[in-house]
């Protein structure tokens, strides 16, 4: 954050466009953009005095993957509590996993709806948001899915919570069976199995990172 009090996020994208889109949108909730055109000059920028004052990286994916991964693992290296947000145009998971896994905060698909943007960069500073998105499912589910959607109405059908010894399975097992179960009863259609789970995309692609869910068919 900046002496004035302007958020600061560092853009990294080649685009003079898509630079200008960013900053207009940023600029509309009180952020203030930086921009870096590769990964060298995004690293480079960490060490300067605006690099030093930012609250959040924007990642725009026109890199190749691995390229991404890299750049995601070295900023963290460098800055580890600095969110960042990784912008693609292409909604495929295998990405928003590696991303995930990698350390990247959330994951913002293109075209992205100026709220949405604005919300992501505006959640990084608010430990609340963050708090309430990343509760394990297990504690929000029952919201929006009733006992016998979890469980199932017969044993081969749900999720299992007991082992064969009477305890309860661990929690992240649960989880993930949880997180399978919806994938496969909503045909791998994200966007409904997040909003029936109760969180948003960008946690549930975190959750497949963190439970090691790489297959979604």
């Known amino acids: 954050m900046t002496p004035t ?13 898509q630079q200008r889109l960013v900053s207009a949108l940023a ?9 870096a055109a590769d990964s060298e ?19 725009d994916h026109s890199m190749s993957n691995d390229e991404a991964v890299a750049l995601i693992r070295e900023i963290k290296a460098r800055r580890q509590m600095l969110p960042i947000l990784m912008l693609t145009p292409v909604s495929d998971v295998g990405i928003a996993v590696e ?13 992205i709806a100026p ?8 959640a990084t500073l608010d ?34 919570l007991f082992l064969s010894d009477g305890h309860m399975r661990p929690l ?29 995309r960008s946690t549930l692609y975190r959750k497949l990172a963190e439970l090691g869910i790489s297959e979604v068919a």
């Not at 009090?5 to 466009?17: Q, T, Y």
């Not at 600029?27 to 921009?35: H, K, Q, S």
């Not at 000059?41 to 990642?59: N, P, Q």
């Open 5 to 17: 009090g302007m958020r600061m996020v560092m853009l990294i994208d080649d685009e003079p466009a």
């Open 127 to 160: 430990e609340r948001v963050a708090s309430g998105e990343l509760r394990p499912l297990t504690e929000k589910i029952s919201a929006t899915l009733g006992f016998e959607d979890i469980v199932g109405s017969s044993p081969d059908s749900g999720v299992t």
């Open 27 to 35: 600029a509309r909730a009180g952020w203030r953009t930086i921009f």
């Open 99 to 111: 991303a995930m896994r990698a350390g990247a905060t959330d994951f913002l698909v293109k075209p």
């Open 172 to 200: 992240d097992d649960i989880e993930a069976d949880i997180i399978r179960l919806a994938i496969g009863h909503y045909r791998g259609r994200m966007t409904e199995v997040a909003r029936r789970l109760g969180i948003g």
């Open 41 to 59: 000059t995004a690293i480079a920028h960490l060490g300067t005095r605006d690099g030093m004052m930012l609250d959040a990286v924007l990642i």
């Open 115 to 122: 709220d949405r943007l604005i919300a992501a960069l505006d």
